[in-house]
């Protein structure tokens, strides 16, 4: 099987973001004038392709209630300016080491409370999505963010399907354990595999969603093909990419960088500008591609701007216990 990485994808293939931006305009514009209905295809997760990195046809709607309305960042930065230490720490590694990395054949675990457990192929896992573009800002607890075009559908809906029982009130998510095609699982960086969690409420959250794809096209490898997790309130940590396995809990699930170093890094991980992080503040932030010199440097919002939406989820809770 030829796997095209978006890294080979020649740049003429690649949407100019102008006009992907205008595609879009356009698109929110029929939406709104109440053009749209059948006329727009609905892109199915049933015919995403399998490759990483491949355009989606249909290009999936944006969901403009859910979505920032923010510039993206280009494709060129959400694809070569990534964490994901299973291929090594630098920034680039990812989108350098990462193109042979196979994602099909895939399988996801449903385990734990929920009544409808097993393996599940890829396939069937995304077979009755609708996918919908969501515009979300993602900030990494490293101070920089990116606003990024994920393409997905409802985390919700994917967990419901399992029916969780009423002791599922957590729900772990396992990235995979390849270390023949990760080279940073040959080395002692992180405790393998990389596992997340959120409280069950949180994953309900309308705004959890499970992203499958970026920019119209199937996730790049290096942004966690085939299939990880945003939850766009918290910290990039708190995302897995490659998700191999999810199980409904009944206690909190142990987060990799929680158990790397509890001091620094909790399990709830919300974005918070008034909770520095042991060595560095938390109250501004970097949007990568602005310039380096001017401007590029804005205050970080709580819940990453998302306060409105998810601030009732923590009532009562002292998010200076609970980071
Ligand atoms: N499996 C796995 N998932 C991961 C990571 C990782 O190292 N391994 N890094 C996390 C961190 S720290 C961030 S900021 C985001 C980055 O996502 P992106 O590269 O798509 O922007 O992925 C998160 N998910
Ligand atoms: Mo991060």
């Not at 949407?15 to 029929?30: C, M, Q, W």
């Not at 355009?55 to 403009?64: E, G, L, S, V």
Request: overall charge neutral; glycine content about 8%.
């Amino acid at each position: 099987m030829l796997i095209r990485n978006a890294a080979d994808i020649p740049g003429s293939e690649i949407t100019p973001e102008a006009s992907f931006l205008e595609r879009r305009a356009v698109l929110t514009g029929a939406l709104a004038a109440g053009l749209v209905g059948a006329a727009w295809p609905v892109a199915r997760a049933a015919e995403l392709p399998a490759a990483a990195g491949t355009a989606i046809a249909p290009a999936p709607a944006r969901n403009a209630a859910y979505s920032v309305g923010e510039t993206p960042n280009t494709f060129e930065d959400i694809t070569h300016y990534n964490n994901y230490y299973e291929f090594g720490t630098d920034k680039t590694d990812p989108a350098a080491n990462a193109g042979a990395f196979r994602t099909r054949p895939w399988s996801v675990t449903i385990a734990g409370e929920a009544e409808k457990t097993g393996n599940f192929t890829i396939e069937d896992i995304l077979k009755p999505h609708a996918l919908e573009e969501r515009v979300y800002r993602l900030r990494c607890v490293e101070a920089w963010s990116m606003v990024i075009p994920w393409l997905g559908f409802p985390m919700g809906e994917l967990l419901k399907r399992f029916n969780p029982t009423s002791k599922a009130k957590y729900v772990e998510f396992t990235s995979v354990f390849d270390s023949k095609q990760m080279p940073g699982q040959r080395e002692d960086l992180l405790p393998w595999p990389y596992v997340e969690g959120l409280r069950i409420d949180e994953a309900m959250h309308p705004l959890a969603f499970m992203v499958v794809g970026v920019y119209g096209r199937t996730l790049p490898n290096q942004n966690g093909a085939p299939l990880r997790t945003m939850a766009p309130w918290k910290y990039g940590f708190k995302n897995g990419k490659a998700i191999v396995r999810i199980r409904f809990t009944e206690s909190q699930p142990r987060n990799t960088w929680n158990v790397a170093n509890a001091h620094e890094y909790g399990f709830y991980g919300n974005v918070n500008p008034t909770v520095d992080h042991p060595r560095w503040s938390q109250a501004t932030e970097r949007r990568i591609g602005g310039s380096f010199f001017s401007g590029s440097r804005q205050k970080t919002l709580m819940f990453n701007g998302y306060a409105d939406q998810v601030a009732s989820l923590y009532q009562g809770m002292d998010l200076r216990k609970y980071y």
